[in-house]
């Protein structure tokens, strides 16, 4: 007899059907998996054999073949036990041939229960859009599965009820559509809980509102880390686009298997400095995504910038500037989106003392070039907003003027994005950060003593071309938060104020 | 090279940089090729009080073989050398007490030099003193001086960057080196090396070639600094310092001294604070203040005779309030929030045109000052 149960694969983000076909014949027993099944493909037979038998079933005592078409495209992972079982026991004539268009997808316990998997959204946003409609996922994906809208997705607790479902018998009731209910906020550190720092605040704010990178330069203890700790508690909410996004992607690393299904809050990463290019970037045999992908739509922390390896900041180049990522493997080629904040904090000197009025640096020139010098200039050019924060004193720590509260910058910087994407709407951007070349000729255009301004900054700051379009962004971030739609002299004024870091100048 | 000049360089080498040595020998024999001829000869006579070491040196570097790949490199590397007795040696040097046998020099090496100024001052200097080191480097090649200076890092190399920066003067800058002619220190000196010959100015040393820049040298290289020069300026230095040792030996050598008075708190004007109370050196606080001394035409006694002048009602309202606010020292951007009433992106603004015309400028931790130095800001009744 011969059966087919469709499923699905994932190549990075892309799926593809995959088509699993049992033919069991007689003669010799035997169980063979064709169409280049990797390890824990193949091993799925001891758990589909112990699965069948527990759940009241006999595993055929036949020649067994099963195939999983294409076959010319590697098969990985847990993902085909489900499919596979019901295809034996189809084949066996346990159970009439299923309809076609549903989507089978599961591990196997040994018992014949239903175990979660990874890549369950990717796969089934994929299949939508392929015209599959009819799902079978294991229970702890469901909640993933469910903000597909329009899809009916089955919740597989075990195969024993999968076939009572199929024989109907007791029909298992499909999950509940779920609505995406807004995005989620992290307010681990309050902006009113940071004591001084009007300054930095500042800049922080421009950055959010227009995800503009942001390099925080300062002697240790002046609250680099906690500040950039509090940037995800005035990022916007999330849109539902934005967080299918972002849920494909940690769907993928299996992050998000028994979780509520959708990463509604910003993801806020903050690998340790000895991260290496690949951790950073993505990679591993099967092109995994790597730190900047899972940051894609949240900030991406990079505390000690100066202490990374240097090519693995150079590695950072080219995703900053294009807002995705291809990474190449020998068995696998994946691009995966990366649009992330850069938030990243050094301090002005080895010793870290340098611009502090309390303490001596002892570094000499020499060493404070090579210190900066980690960090290249093509890098630097690419991060809009560079802010040196001073010490806190004494008497701002024990200041009791109330600060202002992140909900309150949150809702300027939401209004801000707001105005963006009402302008950028015909441009299939989001923010002004995104602008290239001809937008920014189109909504930032200097004129009189805006230009001179700007033509002084480029001299005497010695500014790149890139960098110098930089500032044009950051002054129309500027204009937005103050809800003006052209941008005057004093925006760009402030703007120019964000590129004039002494340490990087002054040597 | 000549047979004369290759013998002082045989008899420098043996003795190394001991000048007092290099003249006892010298004096022992009628003239320098007696001594030559004698350690040819094995005659050991008139070298018995000499160390073993010493005696070795003069034997190895008296072969004929040995001279010409000595002054084959030399002038490969187009370093020159003059001896005390030539007629190019600087006069003023040729004054001093022990003046060196001989230098090894790169560039053009005048023989009057037209007012030269040694500027000196600690490595690890402050903002201050970098500033201060400019300016009076930059007036000084102005008004026609010559920057004599060590070219080591700090005061010395902003000294020189300021006297460079003076297109009219043909000889801003003569750099007196603790090490060999072709040994760069700091090593990322190079291009100010190479600036100063470029701008007719001159490299001198009496170090051997190769010589690393070793703490014992600095000092004897002080006495040729102060040696070469009319007058020494001392611009930053510490509680116990090489450069109040540079001080003293000018003032052995009969110079003047002059010191630019800092703050009294301040660890790196503890020097030459003690120098002005003592009444070692002069104070000053402009370059015409130091070339009176020596000249009638010591131009403008002012420090920023330059600048720009600027109203203060033109400052603008908030300009009016970072002036005043800086007025009282040095302030950084969140400490002007908290003194003035105006959001940040009012302050920003304003300070962004405040340093572009030079009313402000920013020092490393995001902290404003007056910028003095180019602009004045006068008050209009």
């Given amino acids: 007899m011969l059966a087919k149960v469709e499923s699905y694969g994932l190549v990075a983000l892309n799926g593809y059907p995959v088509t699993v076909e049992t033919d069991i014949s007689s003669g010799m027993p035997n169980y063979e998996t064709v169409g280049l099944p990797d390890t824990a493909v193949r091993e799925s037979r001891e758990r589909v054999h112990a699965a069948i038998r527990h759940s009241g079933f006999m595993f055929p005592q036949a020649r067994i073949t099963v195939n999983l078409a294409p076959a010319d495209l590697k098969k990985e992972g847990s993902v085909y036990d489900l499919p596979i079982a019901l295809s034996i026991l189809e084949a066996n004539g346990d159970l009439r041939p299923t309809p076609k268009g549903m989507i089978v997808l599961g591990e196997l316990a040994l018992d014949g229960t239903v175990r979660p998997i990874s890549g369950i959204l990717p796969m089934l946003i994929d299949a939508y859009d392929k015209g599959y409609s009819v799902f079978y996922v294991p229970k702890d994906n469901a909640a993933e599965a469910a903000y597909i809208r329009g899809a009916t997705v089955f919740p597989v607790e075990n195969l024993a009820s999968l076939i009572q479902h199929l024989r109907g018998e007791t029909p298992i009731t499909p999950a509940e559509p779920k609505p995406f209910t807004g995005g989620t906020y992290n307010n681990a550190v309050d902006f009113s809980e940071i004591r001084g720092q009007t300054a930095a605040k500042r800049a922080a704010e421009i950055a959010v509102a227009g995800n503009h990178n942001i390099l925080l330069c300062g002697t240790p203890g002046s609250g680099k880390t906690m500040l950039a700790r509090a940037i995800p508690s005035i990022l916007p909410d999330m849109t539902f686009e934005e967080a299918l996004e972002t849920t494909k992607i940690h769907s993928i690393t299996g992050a998000m298997k028994g979780t509520s299904g959708l990463v509604t809050e910003r993801p806020f990463r903050a690998p340790h400095h000895g991260a290496s290019a690949a951790s950073l970037i993505g990679g591993g045999t099967r092109a995994m995504p790597g730190e900047i992908s899972l940051a894609h739509n949240g900030v991406l922390f990079l505390d000690e910038l100066p202490e990374f390896q240097r090519n693995v900041l150079e590695a950072l180049r080219q995703p900053l500037e294009d807002g995705f990522v291809t990474v190449s493997r020998a068995a696998a080629t994946a691009t995966y989106p990366a649009k992330f904040l850069l938030v990243a904090a050094m301090n002005p000197c080895p010793c870290g003392n340098r611009g502090s009025r309390t303490k001596p640096c002892t570094c000499t020139a020499a060493q404070i070039k090579r210190y900066a010098g980690r960090i290249s200039g093509p890098l630097l050019d690419r991060i809009d907003l560079h802010i040196e924060m001073t010490e806190v004193g004494y008497r701002e720590i024990t200041d009791r003027k109330p600060a202002e509260p992140s909900e309150t910058v949150r809702a300027r910087v939401t209004a801000a994005r707001a105005l963006q994407r009402e302008r950028f709407k015909a441009d299939g951007i989001r923010t002004n950060a995104e602008m290239k070349g001809e937008l920014i000729r189109r909504y930032c255009n200097p004129t009189g003593e805006s230009e001179k301004l700007l033509r002084d900054a480029f001299k005497r700051l010695q500014l790149s071309a890139r960098a110098y379009q930089r500032v044009l962004k950051v002054a129309r971030t500027i204009a937005d938060l103050e809800n003006s739609p052209e941008i005057r002299s004093e925006h760009y004024a402030e703007a120019i104020q964000y590129r004039s870091m002494s340490m990087l100048s002054d040597l | ?381």
Wanted: proline content about 4%.
């Fill in chain 2, 1 to 381: 090279m000549d047979e004369t000049t290759r013998h002082w360089l045989w008899l420098h080498y043996a003795t190394s940089t001991n000048p007092r040595l290099f003249c006892e020998l010298l004096s022992r024999f009628d003239d320098i090729s007696e001594a030559h001829e004698a350690i040819l000869k094995k005659d050991f006579d008139a070298f018995s009080d000499v160390s073993e070491t010493v005696r070795d040196r003069l034997v190895t570097a008296a072969d004929e073989r040995f001279l010409d790949r000595y002054c084959a490199w030399l002038e490969r590397n187009g370093v020159g050398v003059v001896t005390a007795e030539s007629e190019e040696y600087p006069t003023l040097l040729s004054e001093i007490y022990d003046p060196p046998s001989l230098l090894f020099y790169k560039g053009r090496l005048p023989k009057e030099l037209n007012l030269p100024i040694a500027m000196v001052g600690a490595r690890s200097c402050t903002d201050y003193g970098r500033e201060v080191a400019e300016l009076l480097g930059e007036q000084l090649a102005e008004r026609g001086a010559t920057v004599v200076t060590g070219l080591a890092a700090g005061i010395d190399s902003a000294a020189a960057k300021g006297a460079l920066s003076v297109g009219s003067n043909d000889c801003p800058v003569i750099g007196v080196l603790g090490c060999g002619i072709d040994v760069t220190y700091p090593q990322n000196n190079g291009d100010l090396y190479q600036k100063v010959i470029d701008r007719g100015g001159v490299l001198v040393t009496e170090f051997l070639p190769k010589t690393p820049p070793l703490a014992q040298n600095f000092p004897i290289r002080n006495r040729i600094l102060s040696g070469l020069s009319r007058g020494v300026v001392v611009i930053e230095a510490g509680e116990r310092s090489g450069t109040s040792i540079t001080a003293d030996c000018a003032r052995e050598q009969g110079r003047e001294v002059f010191a630019v008075p800092g703050r009294i708190t301040d660890p790196m004007s503890v020097g030459t604070n003690r120098m002005i109370t003592r009444g070692e050196a002069k104070p000053v606080t402009c370059a015409a203040e130091i070339l009176t001394e020596f000249t009638d035409d010591a131009g403008d006694d002012v420090l920023n005779g330059a600048a720009k002048k600027v109203t203060f009602t033109s400052l603008g309202a908030i300009g009016q309030e970072i002036y005043m606010a800086l007025l009282q020292g040095e302030k950084d951007a969140d400490e002007l929030l908290d003194w003035i009433d105006c959001s940040a992106q009012d302050l920003n603004a304003t300070l962004t045109r405040m340093l572009f015309s030079e009313v402000i400028k920013q020092l490393p931790g995001r902290i404003y000052a007056l910028d003095t130095i180019h602009t004045v800001v006068t008050f209009d009744q």
